[in-house]
Nanobody, 119 residues
Framework: QVQLVESGGGLVQAGGSLRLSCAASGRTFSNYAMSWFRQAPGKEREFVADIRWSSGYTAYADSVKGRFTISRDNAKNTVYLQMNSLKPEDTAVYYC????????????WGQGTQVTVSS
């Protein structure tokens, strides 16, 4: 059974940092792109960042570029999202997703982890 399990969310003050983790299990993800999305209350889910598991190539939304860093640990089958200089507008539920066709469709999703940034 494929599972993506996010952790690391919480409450932080503006300007602070958090690191989210996405532990992947149940299959080999070497051909997948691993992505982070977020959804704020009343808003649509939006792309945050992704990483190609095999090559390490990364991409970011403009809104987080320079503040967030996505990375992976092949040995632990885990993807991370390091979030620095957090802003109240970063408040959302953050989801991890795995895709064979990035930006087209996503094969697996995690359950999400809440990030709240206070001003």
């Amino acid at each position: 059974q494929v599972q993506l399990v996010e952790s690391g969310g919480g409450l932080v003050q503006a300007g602070g940092s958090l690191r989210l983790s996405c532990a992947a299990s149940g299959r080999t993800f070497s051909n997948y792109a691993m992505s982070w999305f977020r959804q704020a209350p009343g808003k649509e889910r939006e792309f945050v960042a992704d990483i190609r598991w095999s090559s390490g190539y990364t991409a970011y939304a403009d809104s987080v570029k320079g503040r967030f860093t996505i990375s992976r640990d092949n040995a632990k089958n885990t993807v991370y999202l390091q979030m620095n200089s957090l802003k109240p507008e970063d408040t959302a539920v953050y989801y991890c997703a795995a895709s064979l066709t990035p930006y087209v469709g996503y094969n697996y999703w995690g359950q999400g982890t809440q990030v709240t940034v206070s001003s």
